[in-house]
């Protein structure tokens, strides 16, 4: 039945879409080594007449897994696969002036389990953090890592240390006081209403006080990030998480800290704290604090209150959202938006803020994030993207329920294969900004 | 770093309606962790609006509190020191310094905090230091009734203690501040 206006594209319709997450490939949260698929075609033209099926090699990836190690073709199949990844990246690092746009391509596919300590070095370098010439890499690390440490200095002290060290800068250059057995204590006066019980503006003890209560809603907030996950438990850790968030919710008055701040944080310090290089792990700290302000450049405007109207925040967003939905899948969209009214701030909101950190398992998500992180479109658009694809990859349960059905599934996204949905991402490629 | 309340000596409402406006205006709560109080409330309503600004509240009986089930005295730790607290009328001579001392090595603290004079004193000998943080709402003293009200908050930062002075001087809050530390043994300025 043809509907007036545009037809939907007949590689919409293609059963690949509705098919279930194929069994043999479990989601496991920790290690679970999924095979990429081949690199990819062209990026094709928004409507396509031929259905397409997904990339070959990933099937024969599948299968592979599928026969576990008996099967010599298909197992060696997939670990070469990723050997051949590994190798391609490395040789892409050990250039002398890194080509960004060979490590974007090579990003998009997934950086490969098998090779730790390739992934915090791509990362830092598709989020800006270390320059595309090799040869500036110690310099440029030195002078981001020092000026940390004056970030620590000057944000974290509480008001008693910081009038402590005022004083004695000053008072290192009196000499000793003498030192009385008995008598009255001589007073002293207290200069620009540096008293704990202030209200003056200046005053140290009146914005320690006001900023408190933000400061504990990091700590919860912190606290709370990844239970599940013993990494997370680590007191260290946690404290490391929590100096970032306040650093950077003092440099950045204008958004503070939002709940969920953590959450994009988390993986961001995971893969930095995890590389095998000792001196990266030790300065992981520093590393992402600047990643993460690099990140979240972005999609600052989607964490202030006062632009949530307007025309670049949050409710924008969700709108472009809509719209994507609307030009790929007309069906869908008007399914979802028009019968059963299930408008995307009910479900894309955490999807958008979070970068999908909460809808999938945490190794399942920093595939995505290589995704995210790799494309040339930028995070904002890719994002967008990939929600597009989750809600496309589940058209055909969306468009069987109800209000609450969708609601339910779209809350808690059913486990995917992800390669399939970056396939699928990838080929909405180029459509966002229109 | 540990905000520590001391004041005392209110009177309320035998000698005074209430505490200054000023004073009342400042202290809000969520910024103290203890008020010690040295005795002299006089009522239970004053003993709620304490403990509105903090849970953490220890008294001792003064000769006109109306709750007889204060102790006399009370010895705490916070951080690294110790304090005690008597409202003073049971040391005679009243503010004598060296009876004062006595009292204080009787405790075993590093610092006394006292009342009942009315009168801000901070003075140190070899035992520790004294503190008095006079009347909170400058009600007349069994002494004199040239009073300002004075209170105190001290500043518990590791072995060193900041202690704030506020005194309603004229209709205007003034605030001095006294600075000492501890070492293993003794407490020097």
């Known amino acids: 039945m043809r509907k007036k206006g545009r037809a939907v594209p007949e590689w919409l319709n293609s059963p690949i879409w509705s098919a279930p997450p194929p069994a043999p490939a479990p989601p496991d949260p920790y290690g679970a080594d999924l095979a990429p698929p081949l690199p990819l075609k062209p990026p094709p033209t928004p409507v396509l007449d031929t259905p397409v099926p997904p990339p070959p090699s990933y099937e024969q990836a599948v299968r592979g897994r599928e026969r576990g190690d008996g099967e010599e073709e298909g197992g060696a199949g997939a670990a070469a696969l990723r050997a051949h990844l590994l190798a391609d990246f490395k040789a892409a690092l050990s250039k002398k002036v890194v080509n960004m ?13 098998g090779g730790a300590g390739v992934r915090p070095v791509v990362w830092k370098l598709l989020l800006g953090y270390l320059p595309t010439d090799r040869g500036l890499w ?29 004083e004695e800068s000053k008072l290192s ?16 006066k207290v200069t620009n209403e540096e008293h704990p019980l202030s209200s003056g503006k200046s005053s140290l003890w009146n914005q320690y006080f006001q900023e408190s209560e933000i400061l504990e809603q990091i700590d919860r ?32 008055p204008s958004i503070r800290y939002v709940q969920g701040m953590n959450e994009v944080l988390a993986p961001l310090f995971y893969v930095f704290k995890n590389d095998p290089d000792p001196s990266s792990s030790a300065s992981a700290e520093a590393d992402t604090y600047f990643c993460f302000v690099e990140l979240l450049s972005g999609f600052r405007d989607n964490y202030c209150k006062h632009l949530d109207n307007s025309s ?12 994507l939905l609307k030009r790929h899948d007309e069906e869908l969209w008007r399914h979802m938006e028009v019968t059963t ?17 909460m809808e999938f398992s945490f190794n ?16 904002p658009d890719t994002l967008m993207r990939v929600c597009c694809a989750m809600l496309i990859l589940v058209r055909k349960r969306l468009l069987a329920g109800d209000f609450t059905a969708n609601i339910q599934l779209l809350q808690h996204y059913p486990a995917t294969n992800i390669d399939h949905l970056l396939h699928i991402a990838n080929r909405l490629r180029g459509t966002v900004a229109s | 770093m540990v905000l520590v309340l001391a004041l005392g000596d209110l009177h309320i409402p035998h000698r005074a309606p209430d505490l200054p406006a000023k004073f009342k205006s400042m202290l809000v709560p969520g910024k103290i962790q203890h008020i010690i109080c040295t005795g002299n409330l006089c009522i239970k309503e004053v003993h709620d609006y304490l403990k509105s600004l903090c849970p953490d509240l220890h008294i001792t009986r003064g000769e006109y509190d109306e709750d007889t089930r204060y102790s006399e005295t009370k010895t705490l730790t916070i951080g690294q020191f110790k304090l005690g607290l008597c409202h003073g009328h049971q040391v005679v001579p009243w503010g004598d310094l060296d009876s004062l001392a006595m009292l204080q090595r009787q405790l075993d603290v590093d610092i006394l905090v006292t009342g009942h004079t009315h009168q801000f004193k901070a003075y140190k000998h070899e035992g520790g230091v004294v503190i008095n943080p006079g009347s909170a709402t400058g009600a007349y003293s069994s002494i004199t009734y040239d009073v300002n009200p004075s209170f105190v908050l001290m500043d518990i930062d590791g072995l060193r203690v900041v202690v704030y002075v506020y005194e309603l001087i004229d209709g205007e809050v003034k605030v001095d501040k006294i600075d000492f530390k501890k070492t293993a043994t003794t407490i020097h300025a």
């Open chain 1, 101 to 113: 746009g060979e490590l974007r391509r090579l990003a998009c596919l997934g950086v490969p389990d």
């Open chain 1, 138 to 166: 110690p310099y440029e690390l030195e002078k981001k890592r020092n000026q940390y440490s004056a970030y620590k200095e000057e944000f974290l002290l509480n008001p008693s240390e910081k009038l402590r060290r005022i």
């Open chain 1, 173 to 188: 250059r009196k000499k000793e006081i003498n030192i009385e057995r008995t008598g009255l204590l001589p007073r002293l």
């Open chain 1, 221 to 252: 907030d912190v606290k709370r990030t990844h239970p599940d996950l013993p990494f997370f438990s680590a007191k260290s850790n946690q404290e490391s998480l929590r100096r970032i968030l306040i650093i950077f919710s003092k440099l950045n």
């Open chain 1, 312 to 323: 670049v925040g949050i409710r924008s967003t969700l709108s472009k959202l809509s719209q």
């Open chain 1, 341 to 357: 009214k299930v408008y995307p701030q009910y479900y894309a909101f955490r999807w958008i803020t979070l970068l999908l950190t």
């Open chain 1, 364 to 379: 399942v998500c920093i595939h995505i994030w290589d995704a995210l992180l790799g494309d040339p479109e930028g995070p």
